[in-house]
């Protein structure tokens, strides 16, 4: 019987830490496939950063393909096709039902779940009839459920996360030793994170939230970065006219004024 590891995630993106952690298991527990399972949009969380469905399972085709195992690391879009708000215990029963004959599913999850266990739906079922392989996490120790649980304690540790993979391709700066090549082109080619649509998400947001006073100097700071001065001051006394007590607002105003003075001296001190 083929032994199937799923591996659940919304990958957005998909990262070399990912698949150095698909690869290892493949190498050294012994399963015939880990599927990266490429979750839905969640209905019931709004997320203006996460890439649509198609596109997160595109990555992690190329991600996957570009492997030292891609015939044993492949992505799956079975939650896509399941209805929505869609849980993981859903997708177990849905495999188990249909593909129990002729596989066995196990659980990959990082040892930062593990203590959130006890809010998936149905857990005590997903503890009893699935094996679940628990790869470590930096700052997280595994006390509980140890003995339902496989600790790969030998399994490598990611120093990023897709949120950092992000934050550093909305702020312009190099990704590529986080992302594939094959990743990394895609979404400059999709556009899917990238500084000018970061602004522009934030400029919807606020537009939504015009009283949010972090949104604001969010933004400021990204027109800090690229040197805009005006726009960027004029968010930092926006956000100062909502909250006085915002320090870090203060503090980039008062360089932005330093920056104008002396750049202006000669206009205003002939």
Known sequence: MKHVVLYFGSFNPVHRGHIALAEWVAEHVGCDEVVLVVSPKNPLKADDSLAPELNRFEMAELACARS???????P???EFLLEKPSYTIDTLRYLSRNYGGQMRFSVLLGADLVPQLERWRDYREILDGYPLLVYPRRGFETTQYLDRI?????????DFSSTE???????GDDASAMLTPEVLAYIREKRLWDPVRYAERLTKRIGEEPCNAALLVERGRW??????????LNDFNRALGIDPARDEARQYAEQIEEILAFRYKDIYNP
């Open 165 to 171: 993979v992000r934050r550093a391709l909305e702020q």
């Open 223 to 232: 027109y800090y970065r690229r040197q805009e001065w005006g726009r960027a």
């Open 68 to 74: 030292r195992f891609p015939e044993r690391i492949k």
């Open 150 to 158: 496989t600790l790969l304690n030998e399994a490598p540790l990611c």
């Open 76 to 78: 799956s879009v079975i």
